[in-house]
């Protein structure tokens, strides 16, 4: 199992704004091809102005499959074209993680 943990960081006063881009042109698409996400998660307390969203692969192999056919498609360039256009994103940081043999997931 392989988690692609991926957290984002928005400009001050867009974040509202951001996730209603993602979920109006975005998250139906990705989740077309990467399936559901584990966990889609806006940050409360700590660094704020941020979101984190989880998915789920077999392997290396199979992240690379979906993450080519998400890119391919036309709809997905769709929304990282308005998304750029409105500039809300400021960062993001990426990790592959894999769980604790001693604490997998259910």
């Not at 391919?72 to 592959?96: F, G, I, M, T």
Request: glycine share 4%; with cysteine; charged share 25%.
């Amino acid at each position: 199992m392989l988690l692609d943990v991926r957290t984002y960081t928005a400009r001050p006063g867009t974040l509202k704004k951001h996730l209603a881009l993602y979920e109006e042109y975005g998250f139906d698409i990705q989740r077309k091809h990467l399936g559901e996400p584990l966990a889609y998660l806006v940050a409360e307390s700590g660094k704020l102005n941020c979101y984190t969203h989880i998915w789920v692969y077999q392997d290396a192999a199979d992240r690379s499959e979906r993450r080519n056919n998400l890119q391919a498609d036309p709809a997905w360039a769709v929304y990282l074209e308005k998304s750029a256009n409105a500039a809300y994103l400021v960062s993001q940081e990426n990790q592959l993680m894999t769980p604790a043999k001693f604490a997998p997931l259910k």
